[in-house]
């Protein structure tokens, strides 16, 4: 696939974090880009299809797919997720079965021979992984461990089973950093808290609620992230695979809290709240990149200190 080619593209989740910034990249390139989703996202798009009730939602394959033969996309980007459910089931029918219907949609529609299909997935597939085996190459043997986990491996192992009748790429990104970061993710918590209070109350001191702070993770810059994944969607040796989206660095969370507090231009304090404290923290976690890099050949990752600071000003 060539890199000057205007393509057609639909994105779902389009109003997630990954899912905003990746509507704007594909939409300064000039490409067709379409949105399916409950909200249009309004911008960066050159058409949204909504979705509604079940009569044309998510869950009715019959509609993806007139949705699929109007736009005919030479790309299909699957972020639609949900991390919070009210349990296992309403995972699977997220994070899972969507995809599933998707990917009905495409056969329904003979679109095989020229939609290809980017599902992402997370890393909490990998669950809880010893020491030994750091850092985590793909091969690694998944035991999950929370309701998205297990439902996001599922999404994963069925998406690849419709390889190579579809070409289908499952990407596992690892914690993506930068503006627009979640507010339950640790770092999105730490930043929004900062933020808020020196918008409301920038002359009173300020305790910065955190939980387990005694752990080391991989992150990766949005800045980084977007136009990686975009170089494994356009390269057709990636597909039929699994990639980890990640540095290969583990970063300890308390590092990154007093870098916080240091360059907040607040007087904070730390406070450990136990209600953000999880019985199932694993010490450290981190990804193997190697097949990112020999995909697309990046090598330099933005430093995380340079992700923070933008974070805070932005």
Not at 138 to 159: A, D, F, V, W
Not at 161 to 170: D, E, K, N, Y
Not at 195 to 212: I, T, Y
Request: proline fraction near 4%; hydrophobic fraction near 40%; aromatic fraction near 8%.
């Amino acid at each position: 696939m060539k890199e000057t080619q205007h393509l057609k593209i639909l994105v779902t989740g389009s109003n997630g974090f990954i899912g905003q910034h990746l509507l704007k990249f594909l939409f300064q390139k000039r490409h067709h880009v379409f949105t399916l989703a409950r909200k249009d996202p309004g911008i960066n798009r050159d058409k949204h299809f909504a979705l509604g009730p079940s009569s044309i939602g998510a869950n009715n394959t019959e509609y993806i797919k007139e949705v699929l033969l109007e736009i005919r996309p030479d790309l299909i980007f699957h972020l639609a997720t949900s991390v919070h459910t009210n349990g296992l089931h309403e995972s699977m029918e997220i994070n899972c079965q969507y995809a599933m219907r998707i990917i009905d949609a495409i056969k329904l529609s003979q679109l095989q021979e020229k939609s290809k299909l980017i599902v992402f997935g997370s890393a909490a597939e990998y669950g809880f992984v010893e020491e030994s085996s750091l850092p985590i190459k793909e091969s690694h043997c998944p035991r999950p461990i929370s309701n998205y986990g297990i439902s996001k491996l599922s999404q994963t192992q069925m998406s690849l089973s419709a390889f190579p009748q579809i070409q289908v790429l499952c990407i596992r990104p690892f914690t993506v950093l930068g503006h627009g970061m979640p507010h339950y993710m640790a770092i999105g918590s730490f930043v929004n808290q900062i933020k808020k209070w020196r918008l409301e109350n920038p002359s009173k001191d300020f305790f910065l609620e955190v939980g387990n702070l005694e752990t080391l993770r991989d992150f990766i810059d949005i800045d980084d992230a977007i136009p990686l994944i975009w170089s494994l969607a356009i390269h057709e040796k990636s597909y039929g695979n699994i990639v980890n989206l990640c540095s290969g660095v583990p970063v300890s969370l308390k590092d990154m809290v007093h870098f916080l507090v240091e360059h907040s231009g607040m007087k904070l304090a730390i406070r450990k709240d136990t209600g953000r404290m999880r019985s199932n923290d694993l010490y450290i976690n981190y990804g193997d990149p190697t097949l990112l890099k020999s995909l697309t050949g990046f090598q330099h990752f933005l430093p995380w200190q340079q992700s923070l600071n933008r974070m805070l000003q932005s």
